[in-house]
């Protein structure tokens, strides 16, 4: 077979692993570039690409390809800049896996539609998955239960109710119970709401006096999954209409899930008959999760906006965020968000901007002491080099050596680029300070990287990056 048709068949094989929404962020622009003596060399457009799957996912990739192919012996990465822009003979069409993954995101909300009187599905989120909750070692047994209770409604953990603080993911959990239900028993009738929702329709109901049709409406549902149960504390007209739906819920065999920020015994102002019943079946923890935990929820994230962010600046993120999952994600849509306006990359100090904006933290940080007021000063060609080098991840000694390969050509014309149109250098300096390379090949690269700034989105965004680093 030929390479794109390998190629083809490789990711395919790849996609039930590691997701249809990876393959198109990661492999959109890859090729196998050629098959020599056992080894294959796969093109990727950026070094920040290389570097994910040579982390994550080469051991996968090698095995696909021996699977395949039984004459691989060995898997070669290799960037190839202009895979990002240019046609390839050897490209396949990876919008297949785009729609693919789409399809498969609109069909979650609508399996089956079952209304009760307007209300059910409207409220789920398609991306609230147990499948995409990501437990770690401290959440195992909430997922679990959640798991259990899905594939078991009535039957296991009822009522399962889930406790912990704002934003770890309990939300997340619920509604991932109520649409694995969906899933599993499409003829069932869920519904999911929010304790405050539940209240406004008890007192406009009080108000029309439609009472009766109120407690007949929630009282014929399979699944009834009520999220922040603390909000009822103190209403009395909600908690005796929550106590008899409850109860008839309950007698009926029909699964109840709910969610508060403490544990029942807990709960201010709530009626000891519903603490009773609401601690009866099976209570369940939502800790924050651990380092690994968080840097893995940063790199689904990343997969689901197929986004790709150096893994250091996702590091630094799991590892000074750690208040909530909702915080980490803020924190990570912002850096993106603030990136893609400004048409750069993420970087650690983007980052540490964005997490004392949104968690007003100190500029000195977990694992590394970041100064974010302060631009790099920028003096010499050294300066620069050094910059360039740390963001592209290159030895400083390829970037100024006889190195000619594609990961580090780009940077050295890029710093180049930028001694020459941030310090005003001659070209001759410049060459100097490149193993004394002669003014022409310095006024190659710094026309090379001026013209590219006009057509190539990526060089743009890295040269817009190194540029904010520098304070230019």
Known sequence: MDNKTLWEGVLTRLAPQIGKTTIFSLFKDSIIKNIEHGVVTVGVPTPITLN?????????????????????????????????????????????????????????????????????????????????????????????????????????????????????????????????????????????????????EIVAAIGKKHTASFKEKYR???????????????????????????????????????????????????????????????????????YETRLAILNEKCREHQTLIDPEVLEFIAFNVHRSVRELEGILIKTMAEAKLAETTPTIKSAARAIRTLSQDETTFKGIAVDIDKSVVVRSCDDVIDIVADYFKVPKTDLIGANRRKEVMVPRQISMYLIRHVLDQSYETIGESFSGRNHTTVLHAYNKIATELEKDTRIKRDVNALLKEMGV
Do not use: W
């Open 220 to 290: 014929k549902v399979d699944c009834f999954i009520v999220d922040d149960v603390q909000f009822f504390g103190n209403k009395a007209s909600t908690q005796q209409e929550f106590f008899h739906t409850f109860n008839e819920l309950y007698d009926a065999g029909k699964q109840i899930v709910m969610s508060s920020d403490k544990p029942p015994r807990e709960l201010d102002g709530l009626e000891e008959r519903l603490k009773s019943r609401f601690g009866m079946g099976m209570v369940v923890e939502v800790l924050l999760p651990d």
């Open 52 to 200: 994910f799957i040579r982390d994550r996912h080469e051991i996968r990739l090698l095995q696909a390809l021996k699977d395949l192919c039984s004459e691989v012996k060995q898997l070669k990465l290799e960037v190839m800049g202009s895979l990002a822009d240019n046609e390839h003979p050897y490209k396949i069409d990876i919008k297949l896996f785009q729609d693919l993954n789409a399809r498969k995101i609109r069909k979650l909300p609508n399996k089956k539609e079952v209304m009760i009187d307007g209300i059910r599905s409207k409220m789920f989120n398609p991306r609230y998955t147990l499948d995409n909750f990501i437990p770690g070692q401290e959440n195992q047994l909430s997922h679990a239960a959640c798991k259990a209770v899905a594939a078991k409604p009535g039957d296991i953990y009822n009522p399962l109710f889930l406790y912990g603080d704002t934003g770890l993911g309990k939300t997340h959990l619920l509604q991932g119970v109520g649409l694995e239900i969906l899933k599993n028993f499409p003829d069932k009738n869920v519904v999911y709401m929010t304790s405050e929702r539940f209240m406004n």
